[in-house]
């Protein structure tokens, strides 16, 4: 299933790890953990956010992919399922 996780970091937990280097390997590791499709970085209401879409079949990796994120960047985390413009063709 293809999944959109997104994900918003606090404005002084995000500053204190781009200070000491773990802002972008926390963010390196998740892209490269759920091979990720794709991945966009924007701000969001003055916060740090990401985007990242990937496939993912096993429920059970969800801790696995939200933990490190919680504990190195204290990230806000979304995930819900997403389709491309061709999935939603199929399924009409």
Do not use: C, W
Not at 34 to 45: G, M, R
Request: without cysteine; proline residues 4%.
């Amino acid at each position: 299933m293809r999944l959109m996780l997104k994900l918003t970091i606090p404005v002084e937990k995000g500053n204190q790890a781009e200070r000491d280097g773990s802002l972008g390997k926390a963010i390196e590791a998740l892209v490269k953990d759920v091979n990720a499709e794709a991945a966009y970085f924007a701000l969001e209401h003055g916060k740090r956010m990401g985007i990242v879409i990937f496939e993912e079949s096993d429920q059970a990796r969800m801790p696995k992919i939200n933990e490190p994120l919680f504990a190195a960047l204290n990230a806000n985390i979304e995930i819900q399922p997403v389709l491309t413009a061709e999935d939603l063709q199929r399924a009409l």
